[in-house]
């Protein structure tokens, strides 16, 4: 079964340079996702094609009006079925997260309609969207750079998309801690050395130092994620103990940056 992604919006040469490279591109060309971008303006009756108006009430800015939006959703619907979700991206959204790429990687067919920074008409969002998403606590001048965001997230969990699937399952936020360091040849560069324990061949070990690494890189940068419900998750006890003893060393005191960098 292959994969529906639509895109709406009124920058479709942004999005079609996204689709047309990297992992989107292998996905199409594989036959298991078939993305396609449409230009709000196609979906405008006037002269002009225009898209926005100024906002009712008054205001700076211009919100971009319901009809377009109504017009490429019958002809999605048409042309294309039923979609399971209709996303819009907004700041206003609630935030988007792997667990919601992974249930849309599964949808079958999902929509992005994307809007502009002042907005869209709220009508769009109440008679089409299913969900509302933002992608971080900023903004962003239009929905299409987080409508790509959240087209790579879920295209990525799409069996086949990746080869080796162990990437996948293996991303960071598969798991409820950040991802270990990587390293690859050669083993010096510039005078810098990959840690030894990767270079020993020795399987358990290696698990050990990515466990402990990944472990202090979260404690360190998203404290959150360890004091979450998701925590520790399937290979707890590990992960549990290690993350006592990390914390056992530092004595509840983490130096800042500085201090750190002096010490090495
Ligand atoms: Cl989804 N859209 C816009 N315009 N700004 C954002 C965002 C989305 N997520 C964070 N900032």
Do not use: N
């Not at 019958?74 to 919601?100: L, N, W, Y």
């Not at 750079?145 to 080869?163: F, I, K, T």
């Amino acid at each position: 079964m292959v994969m529906r992604v639509d895109i709406v919006t009124i920058f479709p040469d942004m999005v079609r340079g996204f689709a047309r490279e990297g992992i989107v591109a292998r996905a199409h060309e594989r036959g298991v996702v078939d993305l396609a971008v449409h230009d709000l303006r196609d979906f405008t009756t006037d002269k002009h094609r225009v898209v926005d108006d100024s906002p009712f009430g008054g205001g700076p800015g211009m919100v971009l009006k319901p009809e377009p939006f109504f017009r490429a959703m019958a002809h999605i619907r048409a042309t294309r079925g039923e979609p399971s979700a209709v996303i819009v991206p907004g700041p206003q959204g609630r935030p988007f997260t792997h667990d919601a790429a992974v249930a849309w990687s599964r949808a079958g067919h999902i929509v992005l309609l994307c809007g502009r920074y002042e907005g869209i008409d709220e009508r769009v969002v109440e008679a089409l969207a299913t969900d509302e998403i933002s992608i971080g606590d900023y903004v962003l001048s239009g929905g299409e750079l987080a409508a790509m965001v959240v087209a790579d997230a879920v295209v990525r969990q799409v069996p086949g998309v990746v080869g080796d699937a162990r990437s996948v399952s293996e991303d960071s936020f598969a798991r409820p801690w950040l991802d270990h360091p990587h390293y690859t040849r050669p083993a010096e560069w510039e005078g810098r050395r990959v840690p030894d324990v990767l270079l020993s061949g020795h399987h358990a070990q290696v698990a050990r130092w990515r466990l402990r690494t990944a472990l202090e890189r979260t404690l360190d940068r998203r404290p959150d994620l360890l004091e979450g419900p998701g925590f520790p998750g399937e290979a707890g006890i590990d992960a549990e103990r290690t993350l006592r003893e990390i914390r056992a060393e530092r004595q509840g005191i983490r130096p800042g940056r500085k201090e750190r960098k002096q010490e090495s």
